[in-house]
């Protein structure tokens, strides 16, 4: 792979050995549609190993033995990549990039996001707004980019909004990132600028230690994507930007809960269709309707019926993505025996006292956060929240056993 930035315009060729269908850190395949894209207001002076990372957040998975950069990269980037891909790396002849003081958040404005900001209350907002791809049309209008840009103007946190056309370098399964970290393509290439020393994503206690949806039912302490001694936390850390997860220890319940309580409550949206609120119809409003209605003790509020192609999985038994919060819902939504969600209960014993774990902090998440900011979320998380006891970490780490 041999990478050109250009501004903030990055194209890439591929090497012989590459391959147009390849596979993400996440195991899922991804096929490249183009091999250029654009970040908005990157600046033209970043360090050589910030365009470095930012660039492998998109190419990673379609690159198979070497990438070239146009600039020298430090030998701890290089390293990383070897380390952590088997990749080998050049030129090498850069310093090494000194780690800033500031954390920002990489802001969403879901749920998880939202908690995440409200643990840090003085961190800047990175936000990550896609635009269309100058060469490749787009069949996702309904991804509203300009409504959840909105939103985050009306936070009132200090906010860089990265417009990306990054995503449409994906073909298939549709446009997305090629890696999850892609979404911080453009806080990398402007690490310098707001002297960042980490970049704070809202990922919780699933994605960090229950597998996500890679290693569904697994507990997962060696992450590749989100462990700091995994291979990205490993390659942002040789940037200087490290990957924090303030809410890497809670679960959807928790983050829901505490993205409901904060001041920004009145932002938080976490569906991309729709544009006066959520559309309630479509897959995530169903899993976040189940949450939201656990953690208000209320009834389900959902027009999905059993019928709708959106309900068929909760026909079929498990596993489930997610299945954690799922158990979690069937314990405590009054009336969960008439909706939509009857024939999930079949296959779950699932008790209040069962999935109490999930409304605690699971303690290892705090402690790899790194130390600049470790102590405001912990205090945080400790007096909001409340640690796992010894069992609640049992089951935490015996989870899918
Ligand atoms: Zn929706």
């Known amino acids: 792979m041999r990478v050109t930035w250009s501004g903030g315009r990055l194209t890439f060729r591929l090497d012989a050995e590459d391959e147009i269908t390849g596979r993400a850190a996440d195991d899922h395949p991804v096929k490249l549609a183009t091999n250029s894209c654009s970040i908005g207001g990157a600046p033209a002076d970043a360090h050589p190993d910030l365009y470095a990372v930012a660039a492998w957040t998109i190419v990673a998975p379609w690159t198979r033995r070497r990438i070239t950069f146009d600039r020298a990269v430090s030998a701890e980037v290089a390293a990383a990549l070897y380390n952590g891909w088997g990749i080998e790396a050049g030129p090498v002849g850069a310093e090494p990039r000194r780690t800033g003081a500031r954390l920002a958040i990489s802001y969403s404005g879901g749920a998880d996001s939202v908690a995440a900001a409200a643990i840090h209350p003085s961190a800047p907002f990175v936000h990550f707004r896609r635009v269309p791809h100058p060469r490749v049309p787009n069949r ?5 980019s300009d409504v959840l840009a909105k939103l985050a103007e009306r936070t009132g946190r200090e906010l860089t909004t990265v417009t990306s056309d990054l995503e449409f370098t994906l073909a298939e399964p549709r446009p997305g990132y090629p890696e999850h970290h892609a979404v911080a393509a453009g806080a990398l290439l402007l690490a310098d600028r707001m002297n960042l020393g980490g970049l704070a994503f809202g990922y919780e206690l699933g994605s960090r230690w229950l597998g996500g949806d890679r290693y569904l039912l697994r507990f997962t302490p060696d992450n590749p994507m989100w462990a700091p001694h995994g291979a990205w936390g490993r390659l942002f850390a040789a940037a200087g930007v490290h990957i924090v997860l303030p809410v890497g220890g809670v679960s959807e319940a928790v983050t829901m809960r505490l993205a409901l309580n904060s001041e920004l409550k009145e932002q938080v949206r976490w569906c991309l269709r729709g544009t006066e ?23 389900l509020d959902t027009p999905v019926t059993a019928d709708r192609p ?92």
């Open 310 to 401: 959106v309900a068929r999985k909760w026909l079929q038994p498990p596993p489930y993505g997610g299945q954690e919060m799922i158990e979690y819902g069937l314990a405590r939504v009054p009336g969960i025996e008439r909706s939509l969600f009857a024939k999930a209960l079949d296959h779950f014993e699932a008790t209040e006292e069962s999935t109490s774990w999930l409304d605690h902090c699971y303690p290892p998440a705090i402690e790899e956060i790194p130390e600049p900011w470790r102590a405001e979320a912990a205090a945080f998380l400790t007096s909001q929240v409340g640690l796992m006891t010894e069992a609640e970490v049992r089951r935490v780490e015996t989870w899918g056993a």
């Open 277 to 299: 609120g959520p559309c309630r119809t479509c897959g995530k409003c169903l899993y976040k309707e189940l949450i939201q209605a656990a953690v208000e003790r209320r009834p």
């Open 140 to 144: 996702w209008p309904h991804y509203r």
